[in-house]
């Protein structure tokens, strides 16, 4: 990680944020009563962004709201 910050790669923080398809990529929707729907739930791998770049998308479960 040291070498990444010193290069200015910063980490997405993506667990609680509404998902963005420009910066990650969602694997499955899981319902949530404690996230609302379209809010990244937890997060399977880590995202990497360069300046205004994505280096590797965030691989992301997203909520679908509440179980009906």
């Known amino acids: 990680m040291?070498?990444?910050?010193?290069?200015d790669v910063v980490q997405l923080d993506t667990v609680g944020?509404?998902?963005?398809?420009?910066?990650?990529?969602a694997l499955t929707m899981e319902a949530s009563d404690e996230v609302?729907?379209?809010?990244v739930l937890r997060e399977?791998?880590?995202g990497y962004m360069f300046?205004?770049?994505?280096?590797r998308h965030a691989q992301v479960v997203v909520s679908s709201g509440p179980e009906k």
């Open 17 to 25: 944020q509404p998902f963005n398809p420009d910066e990650m990529d």
């Open 2 to 7: 040291a070498m990444l910050v010193r290069f």
């Open 44 to 46: 399977f791998a880590k």
């Open 36 to 39: 609302s729907a379209n809010h």
């Open 51 to 55: 300046k205004d770049r994505i280096l």
